[in-house]
């Protein structure tokens, strides 16, 4: 009895939430057609901003994605380098030499860390617009297109666009994309309903003032600028989500499953200090359904099998609730095929949550691209 009660409980807290985001994805695609049709209107003093830490190998792509952008406008790149070895350093001025595009290369003057690396750089754009994107993304061709004229069309300050992961033919590098999909998914829901609590440093934009404005927002953490200045701002700001499939920026997935689960656990830990109570009911719900999920399993192969089908048939509920709104995401996006292998993925889901809560409250030293980081 005590096991039916608290699995419907967490269920019903759930199926609350995926209420609310299949309502967000239904606005989602009326806008996603709207900003298909926008002419383009180019826009002056834009300025890329790119923060690099030993990404070298990545920045010929992103160099050449940059070139071959259909915009009509002008804008320049600025790179700052967060502290590379000095191998990367070298590689990255190289590149910059070769590409026609306007560059800047500026060094890092804080501490080491993409927050202070971004503070350091925008303190010299003054009142620039800002795309901000990573160093191992490539760009659609008419990413620029449509990202500055919804800004203008729109009139907005933040701009959240949609960033793909590309997996490798494995299967934790295709869970990796499924898991960020679904986050995609949430994040851009919650967006189109005027309440962003997502975002991707990969690929957004924003003034300069209004970075600076909101910059001590989770100043506590070394990275998490983006989630902590939509959330912030989301009030005083007008924030608008561009998820044009063919206004994308792509990213490879993690290879391996430690960088995945400390990409994720990195992700996830900061949700402790997010200003949005939304942010954190959003993933108190998520986590709570697959907690319970993993110890009513654990419970029943242990002490009780009686109990075993009342589980698996939750299991089975929040796999047939989650289907729909990432198929259609996926649709909308065209992502179809990171749900091939989605009877697995819905398998193995719970598990990964429960295991990256684990990592996230033990207390060891934890590493993302060999730095520590908090």
Request: glycine share 4%.
């Amino acid at each position: 009895m005590g096991l039916s009660i608290l699995l419907l409980s967490a269920y019903l807290a759930y199926l609350n939430l995926i209420l609310i985001l299949g309502r967000g994805l239904k606005r989602l695609q009326h806008d996603t057609q709207h900003q298909k049709d926008l002419n383009i209107i180019p826009h002056e003093g834009i300025v890329i901003l790119v923060a690099h830490y030993n990404d070298s190998e990545k920045i010929p792509a992103l160099l050449q994605s940059l070139e071959r952008q259909n915009y009509a406008g002008t804008f320049s790149l600025c790179v700052i380098d967060d502290h590379s070895a000095p191998a990367h350093l070298r590689n990255l001025k190289a590149s910059l030499n070769e590409s026609s595009l306007e560059t800047l290369l500026l060094q890092n003057e804080l501490p080491p860390g993409k927050k202070n690396a971004l503070e350091d750089a925008i303190n010299g754009l003054k009142e620039s617009f800002i795309v901000q994107l990573d160093a191992d993304v490539v760009l659609d061709a008419d990413f620029l297109n449509i990202l500055i004229s919804t800004k203008i069309k729109e009139q907005a300050d933040i701009l959240l666009a949609l960033v793909k992961m590309i997996p490798a033919k494995t299967f934790i590098s295709s869970f990796a994309a499924f898991e960020f999909l679904s986050l995609q998914m949430s994040g851009m829901a919650l967006g189109a309903l005027e309440r962003p609590i997502m975002a991707n440093g990969a690929a957004m934009a924003y003034p300069a003032a209004t970075w600076r404005r909101f910059k001590e927002v989770g100043r506590a953490w070394d990275s998490g600028d983006d989630s902590f200045l939509v959330q912030a701002a989301r009030r005083a700001k007008n924030v608008k989500i561009v998820p044009v499939p063919r206004a994308a920026v792509k990213t490879d997935a993690p290879l391996t499953f430690r960088s995945f689960i400390n990409q994720r656990v990195r992700w996830g830990a900061k949700a402790v200090s997010y200003p949005s109570f939304l942010a954190k009911s959003v993933a108190l719900s998520v986590a709570f359904i697959n907690i319970c999920l993993v110890f009513s399993l654990l419970w029943a192969l242990m002490f009780s099998w009686s109990d075993l089908p009342l589980v698996l048939l939750f299991f089975l509920l929040k796999a047939v609730v989650d289907y729909p709104l990432l198929r259609k995401f996926a649709q909308m996006t065209n992502q179809e095929s990171l749900l091939k292998r989605y009877t697995l993925a819905a398998v193995f889901y719970p598990f990964y949550i429960a295991l990256s809560l684990v990592f996230m409250m033990v207390p060891t030293k934890k590493k993302w691209k060999g730095r520590q980081y908090t």
